[in-house]
């Protein structure tokens, strides 16, 4: 269903699609993974302190700020979005699964909209974030942050 190309994107190494998938196609089933506390670059946040390392193939899942693919960390599967190619790379938008990236980056897929720069869900707006799919770990941790400034905010007077 895919490969790994070591060359031919900034990014570096990358999965390929070698056949056509369909919208909705399960592509990967996440197992045989180790749970971490702290994120790395190469792993995948699955709750507020829980990391997945030693992810395999999908090491070589890149980003997009319009991606493809998504990784659901609830169910552990990443599925098509939308139609993909044979030959088309796999790719995911990162702060659907990262609050605090590791490593942020410039992101260089060129897509319309595109972010720029990478540093984790906790760097967007809502409204950026509701244009994409979020699993729920990032969705709460986005709510608790809202919460914290509507209590500062409403704890603070206004002066005279």
């Given at each position: 269903?895919f ?37 790395t670059?190469?792993?995948i ?6 990391h997945?390392n030693?992810?395999?193939?999908l ?23 939308r139609?993909?190619?044979p030959?088309?790379e796999?790719n ?38 509701s244009?994409?799919?979020v ?10 942050c ?8 409403s ?6």
């Amino acid at each position: 269903m895919f490969t790994i190309a070591q060359s031919g994107s900034a990014y570096g190494a990358r999965l390929i699609a070698t056949e056509a998938i369909s919208n909705g196609a399960l592509i990967y089933r996440i197992a045989n993974y180790q749970i971490v506390s702290e994120p790395t670059y190469q792993t995948i946040q699955i709750g507020p302190d829980k990391h997945i390392n030693d992810l395999g193939m999908l090491a070589y899942l890149n980003h997009s700020c319009a991606p493809n693919v998504v990784v659901d960390t609830r169910h552990l599967i990443v599925v098509a979005v939308r139609d993909i190619a044979p030959g088309e790379e796999l790719n995911y938008f990162y702060p659907s699964t990262e609050w605090d990236m590791a490593r942020p980056f410039v992101c260089l897929c060129g897509a319309p909209g595109c972010l720029r720069l990478v540093f984790g869900a906790r760097y967007l707006s809502l409204d950026t974030l509701s244009r994409y799919f979020v699993n729920e770990h990032v969705r709460q941790m986005a709510l608790a942050c809202l919460e914290t400034v509507a209590v500062q905010a409403s704890n603070n007077t206004v002066p005279r």
